[in-house]
């Protein structure tokens, strides 16, 4: 470990002195605490914060190919056995993306403990386990499920499991691990304290599980059990078919190295991401950045040629994703609120953005890979994402789909 005076001065060269303002008030063990923070800083966030403005141009667009639901379902048995011996083979492992902080919610607890029953008690991830459990009855297979979280739900995720007896997954196929933290910074970059030897961090977006779920020590497990390809999902869509063998099957059947649920878009401007070729590798495009050109766009059939939205439901190969895991991924950044320490030494909760996060995105590693299967799924049946309490996207319409669905709450 490094001494006080090594950091001191490789903050000051960084232009980062605020870490230290509150050194002398500190226990020797909050000291070597604060300086070991300091120490494991990724420079890699403030590095391209700096360069912000100048981020990387898209590159050239075109429309994807993607499987419709039609298409499957010519071949659904063929994609049914591959997949069902896949599973039984043991190659498949799960992925539980249950690190975000679902501010949108406004819960302080795990957005995966939130509670959508109306007369039981129906949790997002009871709702999860159960639809990995529905795929268990037809392949009699357990796949090792690995639940990412963050620092600051990683506690209180454990031991909900625990408590509810994993919903009735096998505890031994069940393992935890955290998702690496960014430093937060002001809009001068400077990294924020949230207490005098505490900096303020924050999860480092949902693109970093892969090399979280490495440094966690699971290759290990992984080659042992021969898992090579893993169904990576959003915490948040209490309707969508995990472990699929007819989704596993058809990636398996056309050779490729990854797999996108998508939903048929349902109107023109939908707020959602667009499944797509960028440069001729597959990526997804934000509707925000498509133009009327593109969303006029037809195919050769007459329909609209970005018609196909991402639902954060992936099946990616574990070998294809260790040979890209080297490139270097995009930061992105969040402008939010977030509680600080200011330079008077009072904590301060700001009603504003006061700060930037920093983020990788897993449509960015869809874009690292050779080729990308979009695989359509019925929305009605498979997409009930929350993301607020009301509205679009939120509980409300996350309880009538599951009550469409035969669903009791
Ligand atoms: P969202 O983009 O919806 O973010 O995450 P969020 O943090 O859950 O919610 P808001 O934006 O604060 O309201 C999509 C998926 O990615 C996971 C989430 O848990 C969810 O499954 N995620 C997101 C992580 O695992 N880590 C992150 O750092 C961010």
């Known amino acids: 470990m490094k001494t006080y005076e090594e950091v001191k001065k490789e903050i000051a060269d960084a232009g980062q002195e605020q870490l230290l303002r509150w050194y002398g008030d500190l226990t020797e063990e909050e000291k070597a605490s604060l300086l070991g923070q300091i120490e494991s800083i990724d420079t890699t966030y403030l590095s391209a914060f700096a360069a912000r403005g100048e981020e990387t141009k898209r590159g050239v667009i075109s429309p994807?190919?993607?499987m419709s639901i039609e298409e499957r379902s010519k071949r659904e048995d063929i994609f049914r056995e591959k997949g069902v011996k896949a599973i039984r083979e043991g190659r498949l492992g799960l992925v539980l993306l249950a690190g975000g902080m679902g501010t949108r919610l406004g819960s302080k607890d795990p957005k995966g403990m939130y509670d959508i029953g109306k007369t039981r008690h129906v949790y997002i991830f009871q709702r999860l386990i159960e639809n990995i459990l529905k795929n268990i009855h037809t392949t009699g297979a357990f796949s090792h499920l690995f639940i990412m979280t963050s620092e600051k739900n990683d506690i209180a995720t454990r031991a909900f499991f625990k408590e509810n007896g994993c919903f009735g997954y096998p505890a031994d196929y069940v393992h935890f691990f955290r998702q690496e933290m960014a430093p937060v910074v002001d809009p001068d970059g400077e990294i924020l304290l949230a207490d005098k030897g505490v900096l303020a961090t924050s999860p480092n977006g949902n693109g970093g599980w892969f090399t979280s779920l490495l440094k966690a020590g699971y290759g290990d497990l992984m080659e042992k059990e021969g898992i090579d390809y893993l169904n990576v999902f959003a915490v948040d869509n209490v309707l969508q078919n995990i472990g699929d063998p007819v989704f596993f099957g058809a990636v398996l059947d056309g050779g490729?190295?990854?797999?996108?649920?998508?939903?048929?878009?349902?109107?023109r401007d939908e707020k959602v991401g667009v499944m797509c070729l960028e440069d001729g590798r597959p990526s997804?495009?934000?509707y925000f950045e498509m133009t009327d050109a593109m969303l006029d766009e037809k195919n050769e059939a007459g329909l609209p040629a970005y018609a196909f939205g991402v639902i954060l439901n992936y099946l990616f190969s574990v070998p294809a994703l260790k040979k890209v895991m080297d490139e270097k991924m995009q930061v992105h950044f969040a402008n939010k609120k977030v509680a600080y320490l200011d330079e008077k030494g009072t904590h301060v909760e700001p009603a504003e953005p006061n700060a930037w996060k920093f983020e990788y995105f897993i449509l960015d590693q869809v874009h690292e890979l050779t080729s990308c299967l979009p695989y359509e799924v019925e929305r009605g049946k498979?997409?009930?994402?929350?993301?607020?309490?009301t509205g679009t996207d939120s509980v409300e319409s996350a309880r009538a789909l599951c009550e469409e669905n035969g669903i009791e709450l």
């Open 64 to 66: 994807i190919r993607a």
């Open 256 to 267: 490729y190295p990854c797999g996108s649920k998508v939903v048929r878009k349902n109107s």
């Open 284 to 286: 997804v495009i934000e």
């Open 382 to 389: 498979e997409f009930a994402p929350i993301k607020n309490l």
